[in-house]
C-alpha cells in the first residue's frame, strides 16, 4: 500500500524552511496550494480543504537559475531547475516528513553549485584505464571533459551491444563539477583551459584520450571503438587545444 504524505503538514515544514532561506538571502515566493480547480493558493493555517498538491519557487541573483518544488501526496516531488537554456527536471518518491526536509535541504545545496548547460554524450562505455573495468559517461560540455562513472549493468550492456553506436547531439543537463568529483574517485573533471598536452589514439575495440595538465596531473580515458568519441573530440578539442593536441 502506497504511504500518503500529509500535505498540510509538509507544507507548515515547507513554511518553516522558507523562513531560514529568507534569512539567507534567498528570493523565495510563498508556499502554494494547488487545489483541484487548479488554482495556487498561499497556505494558511487549517484549510478548508485539503490540497492536492504543494509548490514553491525558489531564486537568488547568484544561481542563474529558478528552482521549483512541489509534492504530491502520493509523495512524488517534483524537481525543475530553470535557467535561459532550458529546464533540469527530476521526480523522486518521498515517503515520510524527515525525508520531504532532507530533499528540500539537498535541492537547495544542490541549486548553489548547479549550471545548466548544454552537454555532447560522448560514450557510455568511458573508463580511466585498463584496470578501471566499470563503464561510465563521458560528456563534452563548452569548456571541459567529465566522466561519471556508471554501474555494472551499464558494463553489461556495452559489452554485448558491439554496433556502431551515435548518441543525440547537444542536449540540457544540470551540473555541478563538485557533486561530479565526490560521487566518485574514478569521476573526472578536464578543463579545457589546464591541459598541457593530449593524445588521441583509435583501436581496434578500445579508443581513448591521454591528458597532461598544466599541473603535470595525467588522466586516462578509454572507450569502445563503436562509440563516436574520437570523432567528436578531434573536431572540438583541434580549435581548442592546437598544437597541444595529437589527433
Known sequence: MTERI????????????????????LDVSPVLCRHETGVHTPTEPGPATA???????????????????????DGTAGLAYHATLGSVENHVRVHSLEA??????DAVRRARGLRVQHAH??????????????????????????RVRG?????????????????????????????????????????????AHA??????????????????TRHKLLWLSSEPARRVLTDRLLPVLGSRLTP
Not at 504543494?54 to 501526496?73: F, K, N, R, Y
Not at 520531504?100 to 535541504?105: K, P, R, S
Not at 551491444?161 to 565526490?182: C, F, K, Q, S, W
Not at 593524445?199 to 603535470?216: C, E, I, K, N, Q
Open 151 to 195: 554501474g555494472f549493468v551499464d558494463t553489461v550492456v556495452n559489452s554485448i551491444i558491439p554496433d556502431e553506436r551515435e548518441h543525440t547531439a547537444t542536449t540540457v543537463i544540470g551540473y555541478d563539477p563538485t557533486a561530479v568529483l565526490e560521487g566518485h574517485h574514478t569521476n573526472k573533471v578536464i578543463p579545457f583551459d589546464g591541459i
Open 6 to 25: 500529509e500535505l498540510h503538514l509538509a507544507g507548515a515544514r515547507l513554511n518553516l524552511r522558507r523562513e531560514r532561506w529568507l534569512a539567507e538571502g
Open 100 to 105: 520531504w526536509e532532507a530533499l528540500l535541504d
Open 51 to 73: 490540497p492536492d498538491r504543494l509548490a514553491v519557487l525558489i531564486t537568488h541573483p547568484d544561481w542563474g537559475l529558478a528552482l521549483s518544488v512541489e509534492l504530491q501526496p
Open 199 to 216: 593524445r588521441l589514439h583509435r583501436g581496434l575495440t578500445t579508443s581513448g584520450l591521454a591528458v597532461t595538465m598544466t599541473d603535470g
Open 121 to 146: 554524450l560522448l560514450a557510455t562505455s568511458c573508463t580511466t584505464g585498463w584496470l578501471d573495468w566499470v563503464h561510465g559517461e563521458l560528456w563534452l560540455l563548452p569548456d571541459s571533459l567529465v
